[in-house]
């Protein structure tokens, strides 16, 4: 059974950083692409960042040269290390991993940037 726990969330003043931790287990996320995605209140779920199999990454425009996404087999753990955070990068904060056809979702950790 797939299983995807994030962690790291939290409060933090403008300019600040974290970083995120998503958890697997039930596989090992070596060769599976993984993504981190946002959902603001009153917004749709949005792609932050990805990174294939392969160790490519790709990043939204908003969290470009401010957010970088990681992944350190050895933990089963994929990071998004955030900083100079905006009041706007508030939301809950998902990981996902896809195995051929299928994707699953972590339940999310919340994100506060406070002005």
């Known amino acids: 059974q797939v299983q995807l726990v994030e962690s790291g969330g939290g409060l933090v003043q403008i300019g600040g950083s974290l970083r995120l931790s998503c958890e697997a287990s039930?596989?090992?996320?070596?060769?599976?692409?993984m993504g981190w995605y946002r959902q603001a209140p009153g917004k749709q779920r949005e792609l932050v960042a990805v990174?294939?199999?392969?160790?490519?990454?790709n990043y939204a425009d908003s969290v470009k040269g401010r957010f970088t996404i990681s992944r350190d087999n050895a933990e089963n753990t994929v990071y998004l290390q955030m900083n100079s955070l905006r009041p706007e990068d508030t939301a809950v904060y998902y990981c996902k991993i896809t195995i051929g056809l299928l994707d699953f979702w972590g339940r999310g950790t919340q994100v506060t940037v406070s002005s």
């Open positions: 990174l294939t199999g392969g160790g490519r990454t």
């Open positions: 039930g596989i090992s996320i070596s060769i599976f692409p």
